[in-house]
């Protein structure tokens, strides 16, 4: 069940939510505080998303921060992206909206 003998799902709380597994991060090469990096600041980014008076910045941030996810698929030669994109459109889409709707107010 876990990572390694002796280790128990050590790091899989944070992966799960950034929708990789550390074992396929580690094949990489790249050093795990990467791997951190983006995941909290991709959880800081998506709380800002969800506070009103924030939404925006939030929503440039969780943007960055998924374009920043799909230009390190693309270089390590991982082509399936979509995912993210939907997700870096869907999050323009919501602030659009929130746009639409304050200049009708």
Not at 6 to 16: A, D, K, L, S
Not at 22 to 29: L, S
Not at 86 to 97: E, H, K, L, N, S
Request: glycine letters at 16%.
């Amino acid at each position: 069940m876990g990572d390694r003998p002796g280790n128990p799902g050590r790091g899989r709380g944070i992966c799960v939510l950034a929708g990789i597994r550390p074992h396929g991060f580690a094949k990489t090469g790249l050093p795990d505080f990467i791997r951190l990096a983006l995941a909290w600041s991709e959880i800081g980014a998506a709380i800002l998303f969800l506070i009103p008076r924030v939404m925006v910045a939030g929503g440039w941030l969780l943007i960055g921060v998924l374009v920043f996810a799909i230009v390190l698929h693309l270089l390590h030669g991982w082509f399936n992206v979509g995912p993210l994109v939907v997700y870096a459109v869907g999050t323009w889409a919501v602030m659009a909206g929130r746009a639409q709707m304050s200049a009708k107010n």
